[in-house]
C-alpha cells in the first residue's frame, strides 16, 4: 500500500485547512488510518486516527474539538479537517494506515504499529 498526503499549505491563526491521504497498491486489506505531525525540533506526535469502518475516531487533546478525521472507502481516501489553526500546529503533517478491522483495542496513537506511512505534507499557521 502507498500513501500520498496532499493539502498543506500557509493559512493565518485562525484559519482552516483540510488534508488529504490518498491510499494506492493493494487497498483490499482493511486497515486504521493515522495522521501524525512533526513540528521543527520536535517529536513526531499522534493527532488523530479513524478506524476500518469509521465507527471509531480518536484525536490527541491538543487538537480535540478543532480537527476532524474521515475516510471514504470507496475511494481509499482519508482526510483531515483543521479548524481554528494555531501557530503551534505548524508541522509536517504524515498519514499512516495500519492493518486492522477493529474499531476498539487498537493503540491507535502508537505510531510503531503503523505499517505503512506516506510522505509528509507540510502545514505553516503564521500571519
Known amino acids: 500500500v502507498q500513501l500520498q498526503a496532499f493539502g498543506g499549505g500557509l493559512v493565518q491563526p485562525g484559519g482552516s485547512l483540510t488534508l488529504a491521504c490518498a491510499a494506492s497498491?493493494?487497498?483490499?486489506?482493511?486497515?486504521?488510518i493515522g495522521w501524525f505531525r512533526r513540528g521543527l525540533g520536535k517529536e513526531r506526535e499522534f493527532v488523530a486516527a479513524i478506524s476500518w469502518r469509521a465507527a471509531r475516531t480518536y484525536y490527541s487533546d491538543s487538537v480535540k474539538g478543532r480537527f476532524t478525521i474521515s475516510r471514504d472507502n470507496s475511494k481509499n481516501m482519508g482526510y483531515l479537517q483543521m479548524n481554528e489553526l494555531q501557530p503551534e500546529d505548524t508541522a509536517v503533517y504524515y498519514c499512516?494506515?495500519?492493518?486492522?478491522?477493529?474499531?476498539?483495542?487498537?493503540?491507535?496513537?502508537?505510531?510503531?504499529?503503523?505499517?505503512?506511512w506516506g510522505q509528509g505534507t507540510k502545514v505553516t499557521v503564521s500571519s
Open positions: 499512516a494506515a495500519i492493518k486492522t478491522v477493529l474499531d476498539y483495542g487498537v493503540r491507535f496513537e502508537d505510531d510503531a504499529l503503523y505499517d505503512f
Open positions: 497498491g493493494p487497498t483490499s486489506s482493511p486497515c486504521g
